[in-house]
Nanobody, 124 residues
C-alpha cells in the first residue's frame, strides 16, 4: 500500500484547504478511505471516511459542516475539502484505506500504511 497525501499548508483561521490522497497497491474502488490527523503527543484520530463507491460519508462531529470528503475512483484519489478552518484543526493529516466507514465512524486502517502525511497549520 502506498499513499501520498498533499495539499496542506498554513492558512489563517476561517480559511480553506483541499487535501488530496493518491493511493496504489490495493484495489482502490474496493476499499473505504479515511482521513486521519495527528498532533504531537496525541493519538491519531479518524476525521472523515467515505465508502468504496462514495455512497456513505462520515465526518467526525468537530469537522461536520466544515469538511467534505470525496473520491475519484478513476484516479485512485481521495480528497478532503476543509473550510472554515480553526486553530484546533492544526495537525498532520494522513489518508488510509480503512476496514469500513459508517455511522459508527471511521474504521480501523487497512494494513496500517500511512505514507508521509501533509501538515496543516491554522494560525493568524
Amino acid at each position: 500500500v502506498q499513499l501520498q497525501a498533499s495539499g496542506g499548508g498554513k492558512v489563517q483561521p476561517g480559511g480553506s484547504l483541499r487535501l488530496s490522497c493518491v493511493a496504489s497497491g490495493f484495489v482502490f474502488d474496493a476499499r473505504s478511505i479515511g482521513w486521519f490527523r495527528q498532533v504531537p503527543g496525541k493519538e491519531r484520530e479518524g476525521v472523515s471516511c467515505i465508502s468504496s463507491r462514495g455512497h456513505i460519508r462520515y465526518h467526525e462531529d468537530s469537522v461536520k459542516g466544515r469538511f467534505t470528503i470525496s473520491r475519484d475512483n478513476a484516479k485512485n484519489t481521495a480528497y478532503l475539502q476543509m473550510s472554515r478552518l480553526r486553530p484546533e484543526d492544526t495537525a498532520v493529516y494522513y489518508c488510509s484505506p480503512t476496514n469500513g466507514c459508517g455511522a459508527s465512524g471511521v474504521g480501523p486502517p487497512f494494513r496500517s500504511s500511512w505514507g508521509q502525511g501533509t501538515q496543516v497549520t491554522v494560525s493568524s
